[in-house]
């Protein structure tokens, strides 16, 4: 475990290096596309509206995507690279459980997008990502901000580069990795909130069904029972309503009902339990401050021209 945390240290350091935000905060506007395609945002919203009707997984997917996407090479779009050798981002281990659905949102909303001649190959996947995870939680009953725009798009994409966090990660763990993006503990607990909606595949929770303390027994036994030793089953991060962007994960984190170990450990920790407790009685401090780190999550690592960004044509391949 010292290891572990000397290495991720290590990686926050090297990593906020990398990624700072801070050089790039300035080319980032919320009305970056307002002369280039106006209709842009209008856009966006119907696009991500239509998928979500298609697939009710499409607005977790989508969400999660996105922190995919900026916790690696910063918020550039690579994720979405596919490279013809197979050595891309999401075909490392540690992107496999994302979703079709969510490529699928970000990749109709380019076309739609495009399908403007005002538009057309205007706008980055990168940025069309960025609004269509905020179309995500907006339109599942999450706050609508303000989404800063003007990335370009990345032209690199490999396995080796991805280092995510891990459903067994503990708080400090989950600082590190953080703080690597520049990001702060209260910032890594709003953003974790976006587990209120979605679920995750046995293989990720089932070492602590009956093991972990922390678990409630009844939520243990119900677990155990959807689980019936197969590792490709599924259960919703959030029980109570699956469906919905609210504050009901914090909830029942504070019951014992977290279903990653790094979720439990948010309330398990005293450090960070006040936090949790806060968002459980206030739904509008959370959405506000999950507003907020989604506003910085989505300013790390941002490309410009000068720094080998493109509009990519097609989000899946480099010009």
């Known amino acids: 475990m010292a290891a572990s945390l000397a290495g991720l240290a290590f990686l926050a350091v090297t990593s906020a290096a990398l990624l700072s935000p801070l ?12 002369t280039i395609c106006p209709n842009l945002e209008t856009i966006v919203r119907s696009s991500v509206k239509q998928s979500m009707a298609a697939s009710p997984i499409s607005a977790p997917a989508t969400l999660r995507l996105f922190f995919h996407d900026c916790a690696v090479r910063g918020c550039d779009a690579s994720i979405m690279i596919v490279n013809s ?5 999401w075909r490392n281990s540690d992107n496999q459980s994302l979703k079709p659905e969510g490529f699928t949102t970000v990749l109709n909303a380019k076309a739609a997008v495009d399908s403007d ?5 205007k706008v980055s996947c990168a940025d069309i990502l960025a609004l ?8 599942s009953g999450g706050p609508n901000y303000q989404v800063e725009l003007g990335r370009y798009d990345g032209r690199v994409s490999t396995r080796d580069s991805v280092v995510l966090p ?4 503990n ?7 953080f703080a690597g993006l520049g990001l702060s503990q209260t910032d890594m607990i709003a953003l974790s909130g976006g587990h209120t909606f979605g679920a995750a595949d046995c293989r990720f929770f089932q070492y602590r069904i009956g093991a972990d303390p922390a678990m409630d027994q009844g939520f243990a036994a119900q677990l155990r029972n959807t689980c019936g030793g197969n590792p490709n089953n599924f259960a919703f991060l959030n029980g109570a309503t699956p469906a919905a962007f609210d504050n009901a994960y914090y909830r029942g984190l504070q019951q014992g009902r977290g279903l990653l170990g790094s ?4 309330h398990a920790d005293q450090r960070s339990r006040g936090t949790v407790d806060y968002y459980a009685w206030s739904q509008s ?3 506000g401050d999950f507003a907020a780190a989604m506003t910085r999550l989505g300013r790390v690592g941002v490309k410009t021209a000068a720094t080998g960004g493109e509009i990519r044509r097609d989000c899946r391949f480099p010009n």
């Open 171 to 177: 708080l400090d763990q989950l600082n590190a990795f």
């Open 117 to 121: 001649p005002q538009c057309r190959y």
């Open 23 to 34: 050089a790039v905060v300035g080319q980032l506007r919320t009305d970056y596309y307002s």
């Open 166 to 169: 891990h459903a067994n990660f």
């Open 85 to 89: 050798n197979g050595d891309d981002e």
């Open 285 to 287: 401090a959370f959405f």
């Open 132 to 139: 269509a995870a905020r179309e995500s939680v907006y339109q």
């Open 263 to 266: 979720d439990q450990a948010l």
